[in-house]
Structures are given as C-alpha cells and as structure tokens.
C-alpha cells in the first residue's frame, strides 16, 4: 500500500537540483546495488522516502552507503536530523527505486 504522503512529492530530477530549499523535495534514482549521494545544508533536518527498501549515510564530505548501513524500509517517511558537521547523504539499494528528500524546518 502507498503512502499517502508521498504524493506531496514533486517529481524534481535529483541530478540537477544544486540547492535544496526548505520544504522543496529532491529525487535520487536508485539503481540495484550501487550508492548515490547528495550534498546537503549541514545541521538540517530532513524528510526522506524511498520506493524500494534501501539503506542510507550521513557524513561530512562525500559519501557511499551500503547495505549495513541504516535502513529505510520502502513507504515509510522517516526524519534525519544532522549534525553542525554532515553535510551529505548517501543512499544504497539493492533494488532499483527512487528516493526523495526534503530539507524541513524541524520534524514533526
């Protein structure tokens, strides 16, 4: 079954989105079994769903998640709020999906 949040959603492309607005949802592609990332404003709370159950990494600079990373199952809308120092988010699936995120000005 859906979520039926996620159609608050705005189908944005992920690799072309250089800023990430509060409240203005970003779009990553998934491919199975490789690790996609995104810079993201430090010290910032994030909304993150996926369609596909996937696994994810926060940090300071680049990163790679995988898949003992933290989980994110599929449908579940989930809060991530950063520390002063991480500034990415990496995501891993083994199957192919979407995720979107969104910079919040706190969690619910």
């Known amino acids: 079954m ?8 705005a189908e944005v492309n992920w690799a072309v989105a250089v800023h990430m607005a509060p409240g203005v949802p970003q779009k990553v592609a998934l491919a199975g079994g490789a690790s996609a990332g995104k810079a993201v404003q430090a010290g910032s709370t994030l909304r993150i769903i996926s369609s596909t159950p996937c696994q994810y990494r926060v940090g300071s600079g680049a990163q790679v998640a995988v898949a003992d990373d933290n989980d994110l199952p599929a449908n579940t809308v989930e809060y991530i709020t950063l520390l002063s120092t991480q500034d990415n988010i990496a995501f891993f699936s083994a199957a192919a999906g ?7 000005s706190g969690a619910p």
């Open 98 to 104: 979407t995720v979107k995120v969104a910079v919040c």
């Open 2 to 9: 859906a979520n039926p949040r996620s159609a608050q959603y």
